[in-house]
C-alpha cells in the first residue's frame, strides 16, 4: 500500500467514523455497474471496509448491475 493510498484510507475511515457514530448517520456504499470495474478497485473496497465498532459494520455495502454478468461483453478483466 502506498503512502498516498494509507492517508487516503485513514481519511476515509476517520469521515465514516465520525458520521455514523458522532452524528448517528445510517451510511451506504452503493457502487454501480460492477461488472465493468477491475478487480484491483474492488480489492480495495473490501479493505475499505474492513472495520467496524461492536461487530457492526460502519459502511455497508450494496453492489448493482443492470445487465447480467454473463452477457457482458464490455466486462475489465
Same mark, same amino acid.
Request: net charge positive.
Given at each position: @500500500?502506498? =503512502? *498516498?493510498?494509507?492517508? @487516503?484510507?485513514? &481519511?476515509?475511515?476517520? %469521515?465514516?467514523?465520525?458520521?455514523?457514530?458522532?452524528?448517528? %448517520?445510517?451510511?451506504? +456504499?452503493?457502487?454501480?455497474?460492477?461488472?465493468? +470495474?477491475? @478487480?484491483? =478497485?474492488?480489492?480495495?473496497?473490501?479493505? +475499505? %471496509?474492513? =472495520?467496524?465498532?461492536? &461487530?457492526?459494520? =460502519?459502511?455497508?455495502?450494496? %453492489?448493482?448491475?443492470?445487465?447480467?454478468?454473463?452477457?457482458? *461483453?464490455?466486462?475489465?478483466?
Amino acid at each position: @500500500m502506498t =503512502f *498516498s493510498r494509507a492517508l @487516503m484510507l485513514k &481519511a476515509i475511515r476517520s %469521515l465514516v467514523t465520525e458520521l455514523s457514530w458522532a452524528k448517528k %448517520l445510517k451510511l451506504w +456504499l452503493i457502487i454501480d455497474e460492477v461488472s465493468l +470495474l477491475h @478487480m484491483e =478497485f474492488l480489492a480495495e473496497v473490501h479493505t +475499505l %471496509l474492513q =472495520f467496524e465498532k461492536d &461487530a457492526k459494520p =460502519f459502511l455497508p455495502l450494496v %453492489l448493482a448491475n443492470s445487465r447480467s454478468p454473463s452477457s457482458s *461483453s464490455t466486462r475489465r478483466p
